[in-house]
């Protein structure tokens, strides 16, 4: 016996749950790679014992096997990643609590939860991927799940599988446009989905660790970062423009990622191993109130310079030598603080010291177009006779005049990221603008450094506050110049002084057939890889990169001049409407196209049911005429001549019998009382 004669000689239980556990195999599939191997052997384990007992007919296991597997399984969690919460404990139980699920698997409800599971475990699976493959195999996978879920409403009867896969394809296929709509319309306010991590990467998105792109995610969020009140006169509130809340200040450059100075406390405060700050303030002081989020950062934000420790409830904080303000533990809490800054000072030596050097460092075989650029430049008597001054302007007109622009779709950058931007690509976000402006200044042994932090900020005129978001994270340049020290560069506003929307980073393709390619013929293996690509490309474009900006533009295609989230809202409520009328629509000509001859013929024996004669519904107009007069005798001689000529009408079509004859005479004919 073959094994597709063996499958259709199964019980349908049996035949069902196979195919259940394949199904569920294949969601949980793509996971091993991030799971522990413990749970995906426990979890593999667990689902082939199932198909066992479902091949062999065996009974399922005691709620006493179960309850132990499941302690098992929690304590291995807990082992494993310290907690059952985010994103890789919360997955790892998941997996083990649907294959354990399957033990249980009695009665209709219990394959409810398997289905809940089952769709909840498959969209974990973009927890950790969204690539194309990834995206097809949960494309399969809910087909699957689909096709399960049909047959389990199916109760009666052996349904062959394929005819519930056409129904499941059919509802996937009539949900598809709805899911198109709202994917293109929904709004994209960040985050469109959150969950706990598990690492210490705090809420403001902002670290001792920048890599080219980094800002842009955090950018996307547009949830509250702090809330400012200033104190005193409007006029004494500094522009927008000046308000810059400082963050880390990242000295250290690999080639790809910039990182902080590590520093060291000396009892309260913290000694900055490096430059002294010698910091120098002129002018009123500016006096406000901080209410900041927790970020789970020891940092505080405040406006570039704050002289003063900021007043903190119940915490100590210090500044380090580059004007950055912390506190003596993670914030964890909202925490309110006032503190007072002064928008004119100076900080830093203002003569060349050695501790200078550490700033012009750059790593060696990385963007060697930057350094010829910066050689040329150096070359040039008139800039090399300005010093230090005119080398930074000259670098700023280049950036206002070389055809650069800001965008918040820069793409992804190779090895040599100034090089691409100062040549290539030439567009790029502030973090791309910043490194390449910085790497470019060092190149000609000026030294200069990245400051993260926010910048600007939007007046609340209901309660008066300035309220910073997580979109208003940007990163600027510190420039140091003989007689001034530290000197603020923003290269960004030379590009777009606007600076203005949300920004995205774009995440670099990754190939899925890579390895499979080499055991191909090179021909085959390179247009096979080219075909991938494009289509990969396509991918990225079309739907990972799929932002705001292509959202606002398409309504400024179907004629929007200034499109907003509440133009998008409106957009899609008017379609969520037309769809609504339009299934309204199809199901009124639906019901027109169903037999009217047979819904007369129902509605009769609904008025007979009514009468205590109970006909079934098999049972055609002539055998209904004769019941009739053996139950109601010669006064239902006109409901029983009724009754032979719809049969009529349904068999031998006479032109002197018309269905909408019938039907007027059907409410006045003389129905029998119970």
Not at 596 to 601: A, G
Request: hydrophobic content about 50%.
């Amino acid at each position: 016996m073959t094994l597709r004669q063996t499958l259709a000689s199964l019980p349908r239980e049996a035949r069902d749950t196979l195919f259940l556990l394949f199904v569920i195999a294949w969601v949980i599939a793509p996971q091993v790679a991030n799971l522990p191997p413990w749970t995906s052997l426990l979890a593999g384990g667990l689902l082939l014992w199932r198909g066992v007992l479902a091949w062999r007919g065996r009974p399922l296991p005691g709620r006493w096997t179960v309850a132990t597997l499941l302690i098992v399984a929690v304590a291995g969690t807990l082992v494993t990643h310290r907690t059952i919460l985010g994103r890789d404990a919360g997955v790892t139980l998941i997996v083990v609590l649907l294959a354990l699920k399957m033990l249980e698997l009695r009665a209709r409800r219990d394959a409810m939860v398997v289905f809940f599971l089952g769709f909840f475990t498959m969209l974990s699976n973009f927890f950790f991927s969204q690539s194309l493959a990834t995206a097809a195999a949960m494309l399969v996978a809910l087909l699957g799940l689909l096709t399960a879920l049909v047959n389990a409403h199916m109760p009666v009867g052996r349904p062959p599988l394929a005819q519930t896969f056409r129904i499941a394809g059919s509802m996937a296929l009539l949900g598809a446009p709805i899911m198109v709509a709202l994917f293109m319309l929904f709004p994209r306010i960040a985050p469109l989905w959150g969950m706990p991590t598990d690492s210490m990467k705090g809420s403001t998105g902002l670290s001792g660790v920048m890599k080219v792109g980094s800002i842009a995610e955090l950018a996307l969020n547009d949830a509250v970062a702090l809330r400012v009140r200033f104190e005193g006169p409007a006029q004494d509130i500094p522009q927008q423009s000046a308000m810059y809340f400082r963050g880390p200040v990242l000295a250290g450059f690999d080639g790809r990622e910039w990182q902080a100075e590590p520093f060291r406390e000396d009892s309260a405060l913290a000694a900055r191993i490096g430059l002294p700050a010698n910091l120098q303030v002129q002018g009123p002081a500016v006096r406000y109130e901080v209410t900041m989020e927790p970020q789970k950062r020891p940092w505080l934000m405040v406006l570039e310079a704050t002289p003063n420790a900021p007043e903190l409830p119940n915490m100590q904080a210090y500044m380090t030598q580059d004007l950055q303000w912390m506190t003596s533990r993670p914030i964890m809490d909202v925490m309110r603080y006032r503190a007072e800054s002064y928008p004119t000072f100076r900080h830093g030596p203002e003569t060349a010291v050695r501790q200078l050097h550490v700033h012009e460092e750059l790593p060696p075989g990385f963007n060697p177009r930057t350094l010829a650029l910066a050689a040329q430049m150096r070359a040039d008597p008139s800039l090399s006779a300005g010093g230090t001054p005119a080398l930074v302007n000259a670098a700023l007109q280049r950036l206002r005049t070389g055809g650069y622009t800001y965008t918040l779709e820069p793409g992804v950058y190779g090895e040599h990221t100034a090089d691409e931007f100062w040549f290539d690509r030439k567009e790029g976000f502030c973090e791309h603008i910043a490194s390449a402006f910085v790497v470019l200044m060092r190149a000609m042994d000026i030294p200069a450094r990245i400051v993260t932090g926010y910048q600007g900020g939007e007046m609340n005129y209901f309660d008066g506050y300035w309220t910073v978001r997580q979109s208003d994270a940007h990163a600027w340049a510190e420039v140091w110049m003989e007689g001034r020290g530290w000197v603020r560069v923003d290269p960004t506003g030379a590009v777009a002084p606007g600076r203005v929307g949300q920004f995205q980073r774009l995440r670099a393709p990754q190939g899925a057939f890579a390895a499979a390619m080499g055991t191909l013929s090179p021909g085959l293996a390179q247009n096979l890889r080219a075909a991938w690509e494009a289509v990969n490309n396509r991918w990225n474009q079309w739907v990972l990169n799929y932002t705001q900006t292509r959202q606002m533009d398409l309504l400024k295609a179907l004629g929007f001049e200034s499109p907003s989230w509440q133009d998008l809202t409106t957009v899609m409520g008017f379609l969520v409407i037309a769809a609504a009328l339009g299934g309204i629509a199809w199901n009124l000509w639906e019901r027109s196209q169903h037999d009217p001859w047979l819904r007369l013929l129902a509605r009769t024996r609904e008025r007979l049911a009514r009468a205590g004669l109970e006909l079934p519904a098999t049972m055609p107009p002539r055998a209904m005429a004769a019941q009739v007069q053996a139950r109601f005798g010669a006064g239902a001689a006109t409901l029983a001549d009724w009754l032979l000529r719809l049969e009529r009408l349904r068999y031998a079509p006479h032109p002197d019998t018309e269905l909408a004859a019938l039907r007027r005479e059907f409410s006045g004919l003389p129905w029998p009382k119970k």
